[in-house]
DNA sequence: ATGGTCGCGCAGCGA
């Protein structure tokens, strides 16, 4: 199972990108971030004459996820579960394809380090967990793949010293990101490709994507039983490059077939 | 050069 994660900066901007790379990369679930649709501008019918169910949680103008499938799409929800004080932004859609939970999550951006809305962050993240121990199990087949807007390690920023004390590096960010991997999740990516100058995420401004200045801020976590059947990971940068892109590049993770 | 670009929506904010 070939499964995706792209934050696309506008889905109405980019549906022709969308489009073609749906067409040659044919994955099996792809999850998206960053839509900045209304319920009732989602593109479902495109994706669905390109063979995919579709499922979007979206607000208009700002934020919005989604999750599209071939291989099925059940039991969706829209936020965090019921018990979970509600975020008031569409950041978080999980739906079930094939056997697997698949969430497709945008994390707050923060701002700045102290900020309101780093709290936000923090509690997101905190929540995020919630969410996770209370709709499934690590011993399940789970996916949690998005724009988690946080720099695990030092590596994973094209420029350490630059970063110093803002947010996506800061420790309260790295230790919530790790309450979350400490319930069961690998970055198949980067165990892959420990300690590899690669980013996911590169700023439109000062050319930084051609000087391959840019941070790993998307990935695609997986459960240990999925992260062990994990046998290809991939940043295609491909999709950042040429016209119009998101500032965003797809992460691509494929998984082998379940049973020995 | 002390910014640099997008997307939103139509000023200026957010990323």
Redesign the pocket.
């Known amino acids: 199972m070939l499964v995706a994660t792209w934050?696309v900066?506008?889905?109405?901007?980019?549906l022709p990108r969308v489009e073609d790379w749906l067409q040659q990369v044919k994955p099996d679930v792809l999850c998206l971030q960053?839509t900045?649709?209304a319920a009732d501008a989602f593109p479902a019918l495109t994706f669905s004459g390109l063979g995919y169910e579709s499922v979007h949680h979206g607000q208009?103008?700002?934020?919005g996820v989604a999750i599209l499938s071939k291989v099925g799409l059940e039991s969706p929800t829209f936020g965090f579960a019921k018990e979970i004080e509600p975020d008031p932004d569409a950041r978080i859609i999980s739906a079930s394809c094939g056997n697997v939970r698949v969430h497709s999550i945008y994390v707050?951006?923060?701002?700045e380090v102290g900020h309101e809305?780093y709290q936000y962050k923090l509690s997101w993240l905190a929540r995020l967990k919630q969410h996770l121990e209370s709709t499934t199990s690590p011993s399940h087949d789970v996916i949690v793949a998005g724009?988690f807007?946080i720099a695990p390690t030092d590596a994973d920023v094209w420029d350490k010293a630059l970063f110093d004390g803002s947010t996506h590096v800061s420790q309260p960010e790295r230790d919530a990101l790790k309450e979350i991997t400490n319930w069961g999740l690998v970055d198949t990516l980067r165990r892959r490709y420990r300690g590899a100058q690669i980013y996911s995420?590169y700023?439109?401004?000062?050319?930084r994507f051609h000087k391959r200045e840019g941070m790993r801020i998307d990935y695609v976590m997986a459960s240990q039983s999925l992260a062990d059947r994990a046998v290809f990971d991939v940043i295609d940068r491909n999709g950042r490059k040429g016209k119009?892109?998101?500032?965003h590049c797809p992460i691509v993770t494929v998984f082998r077939n379940g049973s020995p």
């Open positions: 934050n900066n506008s889905l109405k901007a980019r960053e900045k649709l208009g103008q700002w934020n707050p951006n923060g701002r809305h724009d807007n995420y700023d439109y401004r000062a050319g119009l892109p998101s500032d």
